[in-house]
């Protein structure tokens, strides 16, 4: 298993490389090129150049969070197979810069959703948040501004200025559509891109939908395990994998994490591991918390020996942090709580491993 930890990039992030190999047990980033625009080409030369990079401070670039995936081909529109065949070449490119897991998500319009960006928790320190009453009856586009105004000046994955000045249009385009629909325009993609994942050796890893519900009435597929026995059928290939993100589908607590953690391990269907913790109040109101078991509602410790069980060997990495210390940075993505986080995980892992013996 290696230790990862997000990077956004030499310009668009406030942490340093060398800041990240200084953290103890880690292992490589999980990076991605920002600057292309959704659907095009990721050329190899600039994937070339963060591997490189990453070398430089002895850490791996094997991992990418995320290829993202055109609206199109979430819509199902004829102009889908261009993009698809664009995601391949994607793939390829990747492969050949030594890329192993490609990270995406298959939720239409919005990536991840929160209400609050920085939610002041009882020790002073900030968290993302997620409060269903404050959503209902508010409009996307203000939901969106809100979120925009409130990143402290960083662009955020999925919130990306373009795609939000489309709001109102892409609203329309999905209006409609239902989950069946939806899944049948992931399948189309997955019988046409995992093959070529496979042949070129790397493990698409689908993110669960964050939080786990319709979200302003869009369809959402990838919330529990039933919606992941699905997805797994649709093509029957390691390479037709998860990123199981505990925070995400942990924020409904009817989600059995280490179950889902053992089930799909064990069909070799979980190709990434994202842990965070956080504090469901009542269902779909939860925020953030530093990534220790007593400080939130998930059960950290059965996280990681579930990991364990099934001799996961891919990457892992502690998913948003609270901002503490002072840290202004991109909201979930500071260095202190997640560097504090993943040391909690190798923490638990190394004596996971000692007691029961493996290595
Ligand atoms: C994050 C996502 O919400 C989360 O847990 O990990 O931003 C994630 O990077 C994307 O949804 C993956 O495409
Ligand atoms: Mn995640």
Known sequence: MRFTFRWYGEKDDQISLQQIGQIPGM???????????VGEVWPLEPLREIKRQAEKNNLYFKDIESINVHEDIKLGLPSRDKYIENYILSLRNAAKAGVEVVCYNFMPVFDWTRTDL???LYDGSTALAYDYHLIAGKKPQDMAKEILDNSNGFVLPGWEPERLAQLTELFNQYDGMDEDDLRDNLKYFLQAVVPEAENCGIKMAIHPDDP????????RI?????DLDKIAAMVDSESNGFTICTGSLGSNLKNDIPHIIRKFGRQKRIAFM??????????????EVAHKSKHGSLDIFEIMK??????FDGPIRPDHGRMIWDEKGRPGYGLFDRALGVNYLCGLWDAINRICGRK
């Open 27 to 37: 292992d490589g980033i999980v990076g991605a090129l920002f600057d292309i625009p």
């Open 118 to 120: 920085a939610k002041p």
């Open 212 to 219: 786990p519900i319709s979200v302003f009435g869009l369809p």
């Open 222 to 226: 990838v919330k529990n395990e039933k």
């Open 274 to 287: 994202h842990v965070r913790n956080i504090q469901v109040h009542e269902p779909w109101v939860f925020n």
């Open 306 to 311: 579930a990991i364990y069980d099934i001799d």
